[in-house]
């Protein structure tokens, strides 16, 4: 949705920080308001729009019209609706089951359990692997009983 402000404000070459500068408004405001017609909370829409058509007539440029919705340009595509996926049967391919680590893996990485099967904090993630393995031989000692130095 595009006011019809734009267009208008190109065809006569006026600049849209000098007429947000007029209206009182933020840049960024006065870019929400052309093209999506909305202000920010609290600020007078009546008198901005008096004010930018004020602006726009001392400019030259006209002012029949300008707060209505552009008609949508020809070169400009539609905007169009995302895909219904809900019985999309290779959407449903795409989502795998949960596969833990295999031995041979935790083993070569120096793990003794599977990190991502149940974290509990971000520590069981981002440990260094001088950390993981203490940890991990600390954890089988004390549940399997034996002696660690």
């Known amino acids: 949705m595009t006011l019809r402000l734009k267009a208008v404000l190109a065809a ?21 308001f052309i093209n999506r017609g909305s202000l920010p909370l609290g600020t007078d829409r009546a008198a901005v729009e008096r004010l930018i058509t004020a602006f726009v007539h001392r400019h030259g440029g006209s002012t029949a019209g300008l707060f209505e919705v552009a008609a949508p340009c020809a070169n400009t595509a539609q905007p169009v609706s ?22 041979a893996a935790r083993r070569h990485f120096g793990l003794g359990r599977d990190p991502f099967a149940d974290p509990t904090t971000a520590d069981d993630v981002f440990l260094s692997t001088d950390i993981r ?4 031989a600390m954890y089988q000692v004390a549940r399997h009983g034996g002696f660690m130095g």
């Open 12 to 32: 006569a070459g006026i600049k849209q920080g000098a007429v947000a500068d007029a209206a009182g408004i933020s840049r960024p405001a006065l870019n929400g």
């Open 82 to 103: 995302p895909p219904d996926l809900s019985n999309d049967q290779e959407e449903m391919s795409m989502l795998l089951r949960k596969q833990s680590l295999t031995p």
């Open 133 to 136: 393995y203490v940890r991990e």
